[in-house]
């Protein structure tokens, strides 16, 4: 520090020329730094007021730029002022240690295990392998319940996978830039990253403990296992289920085990799971992928049970939905299963049974391979579930839903022999009761009927225009607001559910991966409408009542008002980190720098840095010239037809070309903006800078010659001004008077301002008081903030846009030509409200007689 200080002063002392360019150097980037500084900041709280869905990462990004413009301003002012303000680095330090704890750390070289079997998986072992794989772990291990053989690959694993392939720089890139309202981003950048992931390698370390595995399943089951390759991330199947958000593969053999698992890898990476895991507010470090790895069953039936009405309308029951052969059409929305609803309590009886349209199914061929065919007519509308079938399930159900303690969504099959397993379960979402209650019997609704039935999958009225797709590939011109019409509720259409009002399908189930999501979201669908896609058109206003399976031609606000509850924001973990992150970065503390605190030492955020700052710099930037006695080197003399010495030193683009090398120039050769502004009023023909014949100024020992300026022949006593295109500071002299005023005039309002300072006078106390009076009573009828002590006046004009600056510079101009004297002139205070009324009517010439 002590070198620091003695190159400073050697600098300011023998090279002032140089030492003006590079203190204006510093001042320029850091105002560069404070503009990022404001568009990083305003950026972030966008994000945060207006509720924007991004991944973490592109706050990161923000935030890291943020730091390193802050980091620079600190740096910049640190040039300026050295000595001062030393312990400015360590508060920014301090709170941006506080910020950066709330980021995710990398895993670096994540231990084993990398796989564990589903028969050993414990308690401790939760977080590595996902709630999918420990749930059903439990069901086995704790309740003696069927489930499939298998193991997991643990989410070390999928760190390994990453760490080994340094995939997560490029992921983080990805994320940063990520936009998922907007589908080509979104679209883009997934097959970006799912390229990443599927062109990468598994580590020879995690190759080995997952065929290992795999020799070991093959030998306790004594077959050549044909499996089920499954996702079970950190957070899927618990509040946020991403309910069909990841890749499952079946009947997966030796030898595409490990191409399975990078495929169940890269889903993770998909449009829909990235829209989901944003929109929850869920980063990518907090999901690490884990893989369940489980025998395929020969499944005769397949389906999901309910322990309870996901509506909260029906106590005291659980239903059962069910198909031909495997789920996944169930779950995908391709099938309408039957539905049997049956007794919670007592001997669980049959209740109500619904046949569905079972027109395919699909089974393992004789390869083990996945084969979707036709089901006869005679089995299509036959119940795929007996009633002692569904007792057994619903016993089991219970058993389940008593031992989580609350209800659940239950995946089940049944194998050729008849026995029941257990293949998934996760916590079930009920909506609150009545919260969107469907309109009373009798209810005065004269709006026509243009639909009513299928099934209510999530509750809820909306109003909307339809739009009507066939397929997923058709989603891309959805506009925001509508009611969109499909054949299918199929889990993609969760990536655009932000722009639905509601969903109506031909198909599909209460159970369907698509159902449990809008359950989450608050979106109403009905699904097993029939003929929807060809019912409704295009265009159409509808409004729709899901709760009584009922759709409305135009908008009905009788439906409307009757929402008892809209689709509420969640307070995500994505918005509880930002708005910790906020307090430590906006919260602004220092807003008076008149004020003890306004120190280093009193910033508690990025914002009071940024303050503190750029409050400091300006007048760093006001004293430059302050301690100058003779000509700096480098300056050129303004040649003008007011009758004062002015010396400009050139910054930076302050002087046309043509001055170069030359020790004069003209006003036409200023290009400084706020140097021309500030003459034009200097220089007003009102102004009379040669006659003041009521001094005798021989009595003030010949100072106030030329009118009360320095002589032209007087470097000793001439004024000295700093330029640039957009800068000015002045130091002037007025016989005894002292005026400095420094300006930045450019095109941002934030960086623009007027620091001016009146110091001195040749007159007793009294006229000097009475011309501080005027000068502040100008000054604040001109907009500026003032402040006196003594025969000092200090005012400032802030963050306005160019053009005020510029009026305002013109009439200081005026303020300076008119008063220079003036304490030799006011006799009372009477005086003085006469001559700001003057001022401001354009009579700029004042005398001890009047105006």
């Not at 997952?210 to 499996?227: C, D, K």
């Not at 903030?785 to 004009?797: H, P």
Request: with cysteine; aromatic share 8%.
């Amino acid at each position: 520090m002590a070198l620091e200080l003695f190159k400073h002063w050697s600098k300011r002392l023998f090279s002032p020329g140089t030492f003006l360019r590079e203190n204006y150097a510093s001042f320029r980037q850091l105002l560069e730094e404070d503009k990022r500084s404001h568009e990083l900041l305003a950026e972030l709280e966008e994000i945060y007021y207006s509720r924007k869905k991004v991944d973490i990462k592109a706050v990161e990004s923000r935030y890291a730029e943020l730091s390193d413009s802050v980091s620079a301003m600190i740096d910049s002012l640190l040039k300026m002022t050295p000595g001062a303000y030393t312990s400015l680095r360590d508060y920014f330090t301090r709170i941006d240690a506080y910020i950066r704890f709330i980021f995710d750390a990398p895993v670096k070289n994540p231990p084993p295990p990398y796989t564990i079997t589903l028969s050993s998986l414990q308690i401790e072992k939760r977080t590595l392998a996902g709630n999918k794989a420990f749930n059903l772990a439990l069901m086995h291990n704790h309740l003696g319940l069927s489930v499939p053989r298998g193991f997991v690959i643990t989410t070390n694993a999928f760190t390994s996978f990453l760490e080994h392939n340094n995939l997560q720089p490029e992921i983080d890139r990805c994320l940063a830039l990520l936009d998922i309202s907007s589908a080509a981003s979104l679209h883009q950048l997934a097959d970006e990253m799912v390229s990443l992931v599927n062109t990468a390698e598994i580590p020879p370390h995690i190759e080995k403990a997952i065929m290992g595995s795999f020799t070991s399943l093959e030998e306790e089951s004594g077959t050549t296992a044909r499996v089920a390759v499954r996702s079970s991330a950190a957070h899927e199947d618990s509040e946020t289920s991403f309910a069909g958000q990841y890749a499952t593969e079946l009947n997966i053999g030796k030898k595409h085990l490990l191409e399975a698992v990078k495929k169940v890898y890269a889903s993770k990476y998909s449009p829909k799971a990235l829209y989901y895991r944003i929109h929850n507010g869920l980063s990518d470090a907090e999901t690490p992928m884990a893989v369940l790895v489980v025998e395929m069953l020969d499944a005769a039936v397949s389906g999901v049970i309910y322990t309870a009405d996901p509506a909260g309308v029906s106590a005291g029951t659980l239903t059962i939905h069910s198909l031909w052969g495997l789920g996944e059409p169930l779950v995908s929305g391709e099938i309408s299963p039957d539905i049997l609803t049956v007794a919670k309590n007592g001997l669980h009886d049959i209740i109500h049974r619904q046949y569905g349209d079972k027109f395919t199914e699909m089974v393992r061929d004789g390869r083990g391979k996945g084969l979707q065919r036709t089901v006869p007519e005679e089995r299509r509308h036959v119940l795929s579930l007996d009633d002692d079938g569904a007792r057994e399930l619903a016993t089991i159900a219970m058993e389940m839903e008593s031992f989580f303690g609350e209800p659940q969504d239950i995946e089940w099959c049944m194998d050729s022999d008849g026995r029941f397993f257990i293949l998934q379960t996760r916590p079930l979402k009920i909506e609150l009761p009545g919260k969107h209650a469907p309109p009373a019997p009798g209810s005065d609704i004269v709006a026509p009927v243009l639909f009513r039935g299928g099934d209510c999958a999530s509750s809820g009225a909306a109003a909307g225009r339809v739009f009507v797709v066939e397929n997923e590939n058709q989603l891309d011109p959805v506009p925001p607001g509508a009611i969109l019409v499909a054949r299918n509720t199929l889990p993609g259409y969760a990536k655009m559910i932000d722009r639905l009002h509601a969903v109506i399908a031909d198909r599909g189930s209460i159970a369907g991966h698509f159902s449990s999501v809008a359950r989450e979201y608050g979106l109403p669908v009905i699904v097993n409408a029939g003929t929807a896609t060809e019912r409704f058109k295009t265009g159409q206003e509808v409004t729709i009542s899901a709760s009584d399976r009922t759709v409305y031609q135009g908008m009905v606000a009788e439906i409307l008002r009757k929402k008892t509850g809209d689709r509420k924001e969640p307070a995500t973990p994505f918005f509880r980190k930002l708005k910790y992150m906020l307090d430590f970065i906006a919260t602004l503390n220092l807003v008076d720098p008149a004020t003890p605190d306004f120190t280093p030492e009193g910033c508690r955020s990025l914002h009071d840095i940024i303050r503190f700052v750029h409050e400091k710099s300006m007048h760093a930037m006001f004293a430059t010239g302050d301690k100058w006695g003779s000509r700096i080197e480098g300056s050129r003399k303004i040649v003008s037809s007011v009758t004062m010495t002015v010396y400009a030193l050139d910054v930076g683009r302050g002087l046309a070309d043509t001055a170069r090398g030359r020790r004069e120039v003209s006003l036409d050769e200023i290009r400084s903006i706020p140097f021309q502004a500030l003459w034009r009023g200097m220089s007003n023909p009102g102004i009379d800078w040669s006659q003041h014949t009521h001094f005798d100024w021989q009595s003030y020992d010949n100072v106030a010659l030329a009118g009360g300026v320095a002589s032209s022949s007087s470097d000793a006593l001439a004024s000295y001004a700093v330029i640039s295109d957009e800068y000015l500071n002045l130091n002037m002299r007025f016989g005894y008077h002292f005026t400095m005023l420094d300006s930045m005039c450019g095109p941002r309002d934030e960086d623009n301002y007027i620091l001016v300072r009146f110091a001195g006078g040749g007159g007793d106390y009294r006229g000097k008081e009475l011309r501080l009076l005027f000068l502040a009573a100008i000054l604040k009828r001109l907009g500026f903030s003032v402040k006196t002590r003594g025969d000092l006046l200090d005012a400032q004009f802030l963050r306005r846009d160019q053009t005020s600056i510029m009026e305002k510079l013109d009439m200081v101009g005026r303020l300076l030509g008119a008063t220079r004297l003036m304490d030799m002139v006011l006799r009372d205070r009477e005086m003085v409200d006469r001559y700001v009324d003057d001022f401001f009517q354009g009579r700029y010439m004042f005398s001890a007689a009047g105006s």
